[in-house]
């Protein structure tokens, strides 16, 4: 089993930034493919971002991309979301998530961190 813990949500303001970070435990994601999901208020669940088991190959929704970047540290069991530029409509409470087999399909889910962009 895999046990995902993220952190770094919080309140900020537009146009502020915020890191977010994934812990695994219980088994190592070096081999998984990992994703950053979100669902904000009223609303179901969205892509956010992934990257592949080495860092090579990542992939973003287009609401975020080029302010947000997904990266990982396998050696930490770890992987990453810087977000730049937040807007309002980026509050929401956001999901690392992981794909053991590359199928798009993701096993794992963490808790969720809240992140609030105020106007």
């Known amino acids: 089993q895999v046990h995902l813990v993220e952190s770094g949500g919080g309140l900020v303001q537009a146009g502020g930034s915020l890191r977010l970070s994934c812990a695994a435990s219980?088994?190592?994601?070096?081999?998984?493919?990992m994703g950053w999901f979100r669902q904000a208020p009223g609303k179901e669940r969205e892509f956010v971002a992934t990257?592949?088991?080495?860092?090579?190959?990542?992939n973003y929704a287009d609401s975020v991309k080029g302010r947000f970047t997904i990266f990982r540290d396998n050696a930490r069991n770890a992987v990453y979301l810087q977000m730049f530029s937040l807007k309002p409509e980026d509050t929401a409470v956001y999901y690392c998530?992981?794909?053991?087999?590359?199928?798009?399909?993701?096993?794992?889910w963490g808790q969720g961190t809240q992140v609030t962009v105020s106007p």
């Open positions: 998530a992981a794909d053991p087999v590359v199928s798009g399909d993701y096993n794992y």
């Open positions: 219980g088994r190592t994601v070096s081999t998984y493919t």
């Open positions: 990257i592949n088991w080495s860092g090579g190959r990542t």
